[in-house]
């Protein structure tokens, strides 16, 4: 549909050569792929397919992980991340989405206005005030919470929380928003509000949908890779995939449902 | 329904009989009712012994204004004997209070070290130095205090006498330190992974993940940790007793020489008379502070199921 402007956009993110072990044990690689300015990439696969290590690797969470080795290169606007050297100010541009809602012990309130604090750019009180409501409005959670600000986030329902952590992500006007598997602990109803949403969003940044809804991808993502057991297996517009044109076999046989 | 209530009754009498399992089970249960109320018994079988062996004084020879008020401890005076506990519960309760302002920041520190930096050998080792620590009888810690902080601080502070308010609270804190530590250590531990890696994704340094989000979260295991501080800094007799100078006196600064509740009960109890009024007050100071600890664990308790709730 939009694959001529989209193969025009501008390269985001550039992954070589990516491989990621864990003591050893390889968990993924190694991948190719680049990811364009203000798509939707979704990445589809089974569990241990190496999903969240990869999103893990993009923003240097694996820095937390005594054991996970990142070997190969991610360019982030052609600055290759692993010479980041704060890389405070990496994750600052890069906004995540957990798959089991963390409503930190803050109010919600201060969830929302938590990394502009860190940060030191949260400015004046009207200023933050503005900010925090518009990142509550983004991600729909304005009207059920703007009577409870000052109540502990981690109180909130389950959907309520993850609608938050959105909020919470968006409030570093991230350039590139990492969900990973988000719906898992949400219930249908909310997980379309998001998805609606997401699509919203996606003209101010690019997405990386991690996700084991196979229909969820196909909702929501221009191109898709799908990832099996560590190797990425094919990466491909959304459309044509769902298409039946995968050109791996395995593909065809995960989206139609044959195993996963 | 007719069909099934003529089969029924038999069924229910074979399988409802209390058989060998059934009392085994219900022996358990009484048997760990036992051992589950044996403390509430210990509890008020303490306080009934202490309260009736005080509780002669309290109703005769005590003055409330002068148990409280007054600084004058002259019990075997033979004029007039006066029971003032003041200048005692000054002392005590500026020393606990100069221990925990040594105590927390050190305890808080090492167990933010052990639990969110220190790795594999480092954490283990660490850990079992701390607790080595907690094993040091209170005595040996007397002995430090005597032989090694007195002249330290003598020496160092230019002081005619190194027993006192600082010699104590110093010993006090070091004792206190593995205790605090481990709870507040437990605390840090409780807090899940998922609250650090959610505030590091949003570009939290480690710093402030633990400032702005590990600290909140674990601030009630904090609390609680404190205050065991505090009632160890009560409840400490033996060290005290030797840290502290033992003279009757309100201390106006960190080089005075106090005298600590307990080490007055310690020191006199085995040179009074059953029964006497002096026997009998020492028995009321003990009242005093099993009524001091009783009330720091309820706020503590308190504390914790407010924030609970809120």
Known sequence: MVNSTVSRAKIKIEVKDLSIAYG????????????????????????????????NAINRMDMMRTNMNVTGNIRIDDIDTRNWRNVYALRRKIGVV???????????????ALAPRLAGTAGTQAQLDELVERCLRRAALWDEVKDRLGHLGSLLSGGQQQRLTIARALSQSPEILMLDEFSIAVDPVTTMRIEDVLKELKSEMTIILVTNLVQQANRLADRTAFFLNGECVE?????????????????????????? | MTAHSAIQPTHVTVGDAKDKNWYIDKSFE??????????????VGIFLFVFKEGLGFILGDMNFSEFFLSQKWRPTSLNKATY???????????????????????????????AEFAKGRTREILKIVIEFLAAIP???WGFIALSIMNPLIINVFDVPMGLGVLNSAIILALMAAPIVTSIAEDAFKAVPDTYREAAEALGATRWQTIYKVILPAAKNGLLSAGLLGVGRGFGETMAILMASGHSINIPTSVFDSFRALTATIAAELGETAVGSPHYQSLFAIGIFLFLITFIINMTADFIVRGVRKG
Do not use: W
């Open chain 2, 84 to 114: 003032g506990i003041l200048a005692m519960v000054a002392g005590t309760a500026a020393v606990t209070g100069l221990a925990m302002l040594i105590c927390l920041p050190i305890s808080i520190g090492a167990a933010i070290f052990i």
């Open chain 2, 30 to 43: 009484i048997l760990m009712f036992i051992c589950g109320i044996s403390a509430i018994i210990f509890v």
């Open chain 1, 24 to 55: 050893g044990h390889k968990a993924l690689g190694p991948v190719n792929l680049d990811i364009r300015e203000s798509e939707i990439f979704g990445v589809i696969g089974p569990a241990n397919s190496g999903k969240t290590s990869f999103l």
């Open chain 1, 235 to 260: 990466i491909g517009e959304t459309e044509q995939l769902f298409n039946g044109q995968a050109k791996d076999q395995r593909t065809n046989d995960y989206i139609g449902g044959k195993f996963g």
């Open chain 1, 98 to 112: 957990f798959p089991l809602p963390v409503g930190l012990p803050l109010s919600v309130y201060d969830n929302v």
């Open chain 2, 138 to 140: 209170s005595v040996v």
